[in-house]
């Protein structure tokens, strides 16, 4: 990120959702790094304010905001609680998920399926809708949303409600971007593909990360890593993507092109 990108930032606050693992935490660092003021929102306070901790240390500003975004409740007082502390809320990453277990369609529960979508949809839906009314108050702003190259792929084999959900997160931006375009909020999504997380790893789909079956699968040999996909996010919230609405990038180390 250049310099002029840099300044960009400085002053900007930030909402990253999912914030203290994977992604979501080297996107928090990564914004923080840049100048924004970083409101790191998840379940685990531990690791939340350790990222807070190691974030002002190094010189930049954040808060943790401990939240669950399956309870609409939760959602609510976050966007209250970084109101109330910055003013304003410039950037957000909706990147908080849920992934079932691996299993048969016909073995999914109607259980497992309210965890996945009132963590990837619902959450997603009620995190925009509080965001851009924000947003509307401070004359713009830009929200990327976490979806999946599973929103893509023409089956998903053991996680169908999951892709699902994703295919979903991916509608809702494309609807919310043209709506809100003209009013200088600027939404997209990015879709990461089999990056070294713990949501990918505990699901039990990798079990050596550096030399599993999902690395040799990829053009380049290797899966991705979280600060890759944070890169792309920040390349989203910069005005070096000015022109980019209601896309969808895709970050996958070239799956979806074989």
């Not at 209250?80 to 908080?96: P, S």
């Not at 259980?111 to 401070?138: H, K, P, W």
Request: glycine share 10%.
């Amino acid at each position: 990120m250049s310099e002029q990108h840099n300044v960009h930032f400085v002053g900007k606050v930030a909402l990253v959702t999912g914030g203290t693992s994977g992604i979501g935490h080297a996107t928090a660092i990564t914004l923080a790094a840049t100048g924004c003021r970083v409101a790191v929102v998840g379940r685990d306070a531990f690791r939340g304010t350790s990222i807070v901790d190691k974030i002002c240390r190094n010189g930049g500003e954040a808060i943790f905001v401990n939240a669950d975004m399956r309870r609409a409740d939760d959602i609510s007082n976050m966007i209250t609680q970084v109101l109330d502390r910055y003013g304003q809320i410039d950037i957000a990453f909706n990147n908080a998920g849920h992934v079932e277990s691996p299993a048969r369609l016909t073995d999914k529960t109607p259980d497992e399926y309210e965890a996945v979508f009132d963590t990837n949809v619902r959450a997603v839906f009620l995190c925009m809708q509080g965001e851009i009314a924000a947003m509307r108050s401070n004359g713009g702003g830009i929200i990327i949303n976490n979806a999946s190259v599973s929103s893509i792929r023409n089956a998903v084999h053991g996680i169908a409600l999951y892709a699902a959900s994703k295919a979903a997160v991916v509608s809702l931006t494309k609807t919310a971007a043209v709506e809100c375009a003209e009013e200088g909020i600027r939404i997209n999504a990015i879709s990461p593909g089999r990056v070294e997380t713990p949501l990918l790893i505990n699901v039990g789909q990798v079990t050596n990360p550096d030399r599993g079956g999902f690395a040799a699968g990829l053009p380049v040999k290797r899966l991705g890593t979280p600060s890759e996909v944070a890169s792309a996010v920040l390349w989203l919230a910069s005005p070096a993507s000015s022109f980019v609405v209601g896309h969808n990038l895709c970050v996958d180390g070239g799956f979806l092109a074989q």
